[in-house]
């Protein structure tokens, strides 16, 4: 290239703001000396955590480890199906006595929590914080940990376990864990807020009408040093950025005229699930774009959540559907959930398909993981738990199908595996026995 290649940690900066920007052909050259080209792309994982384990008879697909055809609550995933594997028979161990609370804790963690009610509580690392610690080192956050809910339940919450173990996915050592946001304008704030407290940054983004304003001065500056492709790229992210913002603004413009909340959902969030839920997605996505952070946790609800989806047709409190007794209605009622929660998923699937990076786009670059660490709620077991391993192409992963064990194998070992195609050499993750064979292609790497 005859002009000058700019770093791939270049930001548009104001007083109090910074945007990070997306990878551009202008930055191969630089990246090429360094630790990443668009030949050895930007490794993320995403882990994605849905309550309440799911009606497995309508989640398994049919026989075959090909999916040719998806179940009743994965069928939206169909664009995105070659992205896609299936895991099956996956058992969470340490998780029994089987409760909500255990479920939620060993999802990322595939440790014992201390039975306890007390502040004395003790887990483990969890998968995301391992892979954080190696990967993370070069962003702005070294992991985004978000969820729907607010955390306002302290104390004991599910059979003598205290509710940091269902508030928390993740956690930075075995007594740390890592407080999840729910609240958009806070994680917009994380994600372009400069320098200070939380408050500081908080009152500089409100001081304007958007943080595209605030960064033009540098923004007129950088597009005089790119070539049209990156130029229109820019614009495309800017355009994201943008839509995003005018979402969260509406969010909280739209406080005064709501009735009173739901106690599961923060004050100045979009009345509906499913709009929050994108929201949120799309703030991970932009974190990812802009490499903000290459690792993200997002908790759909907390175990034991009392929300309601009218969205779904589902009336019903979802923790007293997940009991169902098996009443063929209940469980016809909690699929629905699933398939709910799994279209929002898919929705971000075709997102991040459809969004460059690199030599690829974003779902190609960045794998995810998506499940529950419960199987049957209804006896609160943590065998033949619901999981799907989406994107991850660059990084050889095969796709289109459905891998199910003979016998039960530890969630562990797919997490190890997860750990590996990104880049994070372990040799052992909690209970894990081995890595996965056949989930990906050798890349030699």
């Given at each position: 290239m005859a002009r000058r290649s700019i770093p791939r940690r270049t930001f548009l900066r104001g007083v109090g703001a910074t945007l990070a920007l997306p990878l551009l052909d202008a930055m191969v050259p630089a990246l090429s000396a360094g630790t990443a080209s668009a030949a050895?792309?930007?490794?993320?994982?995403?882990?994605?955590?849905?309550?309440?384990?799911?009606?497995?008879?309508?989640?398994?697909?049919?026989?075959?480890?090909?999916?040719?055809?998806?179940?009743?609550?994965?069928?939206?995933?169909?664009?995105?199906?070659?992205?896609?594997?299936?895991?099956?028979?996956?058992?969470?161990?340490?998780?029994?006595?089987?409760?909500?609370?255990?479920?939620?804790?060993?999802?990322?963690?595939?440790?014992?929590?201390?039975?306890?009610?007390?502040?004395?509580?003790?887990?483990?690392?969890?998968?995301?914080?391992?892979?954080?610690?190696?990967?993370?080192?070069?962003?702005?956050l070294p992991s985004l940990e978000l969820s729907m809910d607010m955390m306002q339940t302290v104390g004991q919450c599910d059979n003598g376990y205290a509710c940091v173990y269902q508030n928390n996915l993740s956690w930075s050592s075995p007594t740390t864990p890592l407080p999840?946001?729910?609240?958009?304008?806070?994680?917009?704030?994380?994600?372009?807020?400069?320098?200070?407290?939380?408050?500081?940054?908080?009152?500089?983004?409100?001081?304007?009408?958007?943080?595209?304003?605030?960064?033009?001065?540098?923004?007129?500056?950088?597009?005089?040093?790119?070539?049209?492709?990156?130029?229109a790229r820019v614009d495309q992210y800017l355009e994201s950025v943008r839509d995003v913002e005018r979402r969260v603004q509406k969010a909280m413009a739209d406080v005064k005229d709501k009735s009173l909340p739901d106690l599961d959902r923060p004050v100045g969030v979009p009345a509906s699930y499913a709009a929050h839920a994108r929201l949120m997605f799309d703030l991970?996505?932009?974190?990812?774009?802009?490499?903000?952070t290459r690792v993200t946790t997002f908790q759909l609800a907390r175990e034991t959540s009392n929300r309601t989806y009218p969205e779904a047709g589902v009336a019903d409190p979802h923790h007293a559907l997940s009991h169902h007794g098996n009443d063929p209605d209940k469980v016809a009622r909690m699929a629905r959930i699933n398939r709910f929660h799994v279209s929002l998923f898919a929705e971000y699937l075709q997102k991040l398909k459809s969004t460059p990076d690199g030599d690829g786009t974003l779902l190609d670059h960045t794998l995810l993981l998506y499940g529950s660490g419960m199987g049957n709620p209804n006896v609160h077991d943590h065998v033949n738990l619901p999981a799907i391993v989406a994107g991850g192409t660059a990084h050889g992963m095969k796709g289109g199908r459905h891998i199910r064990f003979e016998k039960t194998a530890p969630l562990a070992n797919l997490h190890l595996t997860l750990l590996d195609k990104?880049?994070?050499?372990?040799?052992?993750?909690?209970?894990?026995?081995?890595?996965?064979?056949?989930?990906?292609?050798?890349?030699?790497?």
């Open positions: 050895t792309p930007v490794r993320r994982l995403g882990y994605v955590f849905m309550p309440m384990g799911a009606d497995m008879t309508r989640w398994t697909p049919p026989p075959g480890e090909k999916l040719d055809k998806l179940s009743f609550i994965l069928d939206s995933l169909e664009p995105v199906k070659q992205y896609l594997t299936v895991v099956s028979n996956l058992e969470l161990r340490n998780a029994y006595p089987g409760t909500h609370a255990t479920s939620n804790a060993a999802f990322l963690s595939c440790a014992r929590a201390k039975h306890t009610e007390s502040n004395d509580y003790y887990l483990g690392t969890t998968v995301d914080q391992v892979a954080a610690r190696e990967i993370g080192r070069q962003t702005q999840a946001e729910a609240h958009p304008r806070i994680v917009f704030e994380m994600l372009f807020g400069e320098g200070g407290s939380k408050a500081d940054r908080a009152a500089a983004l409100r001081r304007r009408a958007s943080l595209l304003d605030f960064v033009k001065d540098d923004l007129s500056r950088l597009n005089g040093e790119l070539g049209a492709a990156d130029r991970q996505l932009l974190a990812f774009q802009g490499d903000v990104a880049g994070v050499r372990v040799e052992k993750f909690a209970d894990s026995s081995g890595k996965i064979d056949g989930l990906f292609e050798p890349l030699g790497i």
